[in-house]
């Protein structure tokens, strides 16, 4: 169980994450949408706590990770994965090592500065990059390759790490909508096969309803809307939204909408 407790993180006056009180089971997959600006990825880098917050509790377990320092804070941050919106991927270095660095705090500190790794840590890699379909590019360097693939490798990579959770800021934000169902349906997959709470920024509806157990909806900081994906309504996703509904209601804007998703073989069926 993950539990926020009044979580806050104040710039100057200005309040990014307002007084937000949380619990998420494990396994569950939790979508997180708003408006830009209305804190989102704020509240996902303090759960990994690359942003401190200015007041409040992450309790995880029995430990308050606002408090973690040092090597525990480093231990967080692996069993707490991170995918980034814009990859996050070393260009230069080919895909295999980009994956090997989700073991980096595993590792002693010298053959982590000389990226030494042992057979059974390579192969453990290349079956991270085959569950997303990205083996066959383990000795491509990153930057060859497509913005959908380089974000599938940012998923072995966090898979690399072993996490409890799993949290993807915007991760399809910059996708076309074929590759925004791919990444997404990976997910979906590991989220239910492994068992690990994912925890994902989304900026369509589309996309939360069709790969969510749960959305957060989120306003100037503060959560307004918990649900299943049935209970939000459009009344609310327009209240959640403000100006910005018509972009959010935009299935083919930054969206997985194909006629192939998860809600479309459900229509299909009927």
């Not at 500065?113 to 569950?131: C, G, K, M, N, S």
């Not at 060859?144 to 380089?150: C, D, R």
């Not at 989120?218 to 959560?223: C, I, P, S, T």
């Not at 969206?255 to 809600?263: D, E, F, K, N």
Request: net charge neutral; with cysteine; hydrophobic share 45%.
């Amino acid at each position: 169980m993950l539990k926020l407790d009044n979580l806050t993180r104040r710039f100057g006056d200005t309040a990014a994450v307002d007084r937000v009180n949380l619990e998420i089971a494990e396994g569950q997959m939790v979508g997180i949408i708003g408006r830009s600006g209305a804190g989102k990825s704020t509240l996902l880098r303090l759960l990994n706590r690359l942003t401190d917050p200015s007041e409040g509790q992450i309790l995880f377990g029995n430990r308050d990770i606002a408090q973690l320092k040092g090597r525990d804070l480093r231990q967080w941050r692996s069993d707490c994965a991170m995918i980034f919106q814009q990859f996050n991927l070393v260009g230069r270095l080919d895909v295999l090592t980009n994956v090997l660095t989700g073991r980096l705090f595993d590792l002693p500190a010298w053959r982590a500065l000389a990226q030494i790794y042992t057979p059974a840590e390579r192969a453990f890699a290349v079956q991270a990059l085959d569950r997303l379909t990205m083996a066959h590019t383990a000795l491509q360097r990153a930057e060859t390759l497509s913005g959908g693939q380089q974000q599938r490798v940012a998923i072995a990579r966090a898979l690399a790490q072993e996490p409890k959770i799993l949290l993807a800021d915007e991760p399809i934000a910059s996708l076309d909508p074929l590759n925004a169902k791919i990444v997404m349906d990976a997910l979906r997959t590991i989220n239910q096969q492994d068992g690990i709470t994912v925890i994902c920024n989304l900026h369509t509806l589309d996309t939360a309803r069709d790969y969510c157990d749960r959305i957060i909806g989120m306003q100037a900081g503060r959560v307004v809307f918990d649900g299943t994906p049935a209970q939000l309504t459009q009344g609310m996703a327009r209240e959640i939204y403000g100006a910005e509904a018509d972009q959010a209601f935009n299935e083919a804007a930054t969206s997985t909408s194909l006629a192939s998703g998860p809600r479309a073989r459900a229509k299909e069926a009927v």
